[in-house]
C-alpha cells in the first residue's frame, strides 16, 4: 500500500482500478462502487446521515468482512490508525476481504449499466 494524494478526479474509476484499499464515508452510491469494483474498505459513516443510513450501509460490507467501519465518536481517530496499520502490515488481509466479495448477492440489476447511466448523466449535465 502505497499513501498516494490526488487532485479532484472526474474518473472515480481510474481511482478505484488503482486503488488497494478505500477509506470513505458509505453513501449507497460508494457502497455500491466498492462492490462492483470488489475493494476493500474502511468506511466512516456520516454521523450526520439521516436515519443513519450511512451506518446500515456500512454495516452491509462489515457483515460480510469486506469492510471495516468506525464511527466517528470520541477517539476514533486512534480506532482508524490502528485499522489502517492491520492493513498496510497484513497484506494478507486485503486479498481476504476483496475476495470476500464473491459472497456478496447482487441482484438482478446490471451494475455496471447502472454505473454507464450515471457516468452518461454526468456527462450530460
Not at 499513501?3 to 479532484?8: A, D, K, S
Not at 462492483?36 to 468506511?43: N, V
Request: net charge neutral; charged share 20%.
Amino acid at each position: 500500500i502505497k499513501n498516494v494524494v490526488l487532485p479532484y478526479l472526474s474518473e472515480m474509476e481510474e481511482a478505484y482500478n488503482i486503488a488497494d484499499l478505500v477509506i470513505s464515508r458509505s453513501g449507497a452510491m460508494t457502497i455500491s462502487e466498492l462492490i462492483y469494483f470488489q475493494k476493500p474498505a474502511i468506511l466512516v459513516p456520516f454521523p450526520f446521515a439521516s436515519e443513519f443510513h450511512q451506518n446500515r450501509n456500512a454495516q452491509y460490507l462489515k457483515a460480510r468482512e469486506c469492510a471495516v467501519v468506525i464511527f466517528q465518536k470520541p477517539g476514533w481517530e486512534k480506532v482508524f490508525n490502528e485499522e489502517l496499520a492491520e492493513f498496510v502490515k497484513n497484506k494478507s488481509l486485503l486479498t481476504k476481504y476483496q475476495n470476500n466479495y464473491k459472497t456478496v448477492p447482487v441482484s438482478g440489476v446490471d451494475i455496471q449499466d447502472v454505473i454507464n447511466k450515471v457516468i452518461v448523466n454526468k456527462i450530460l449535465d
